[in-house]
C-alpha cells in the first residue's frame, strides 16, 4: 500500500484526533474530539466544537496548531501541523447528518465548525516514521 493510501486509511479508521492549540501562556493545550465531520485528504478537515471553549479561545488569538490520531492496534500515528480556522455552522439539518450520537447530545449552544489546514505531516508506519510532502 503506498504512503498516502495508508494515510487515508488511517484518518479513515481513527476515531479519535487530538487537537493542540495554544493558550494566552503559550502552552499547548490538547483535546480529543470525534473524527472529521468533513475532510479533504489530510489537506482540510472539520471539526465540530463549542464557540465558547478554549480551544476556539485559543485559535482567536494564535490559529496555530496540530492534530493527531492513531491506530493502537497497528501501532501508527500520523502527526500534522498547520492552522486552524473557525467558521460558524451555517445550517444545523446540514450538520446533525454528519454528528456522532455523542456529539448530538453535547449539544453545544453556540455550535462552531473549526478547520485545520496541514501544512506538515508527520507519520509513522511500519516502525518508521517520516515527513510526508503535503
Known sequence: MEVHDQINHLLNSSTVFLLATLDYRGFPTVITVSRPLWRIGLLKMYFYLNENGETVRNIMRDATGSVCCYDES????????GKFSIEPVDSENDLDSNLTAYQKELNHEYPVIVVFETWTAKIHMN???QDVIV
Do not use: A
Not at 497497528?74 to 501541523?81: A, G, T, V
Open 74 to 81: 497497528d501501532h501508527e500515528s500520523i502527526s500534522l501541523k
Open 127 to 129: 516502525k518508521q516514521t
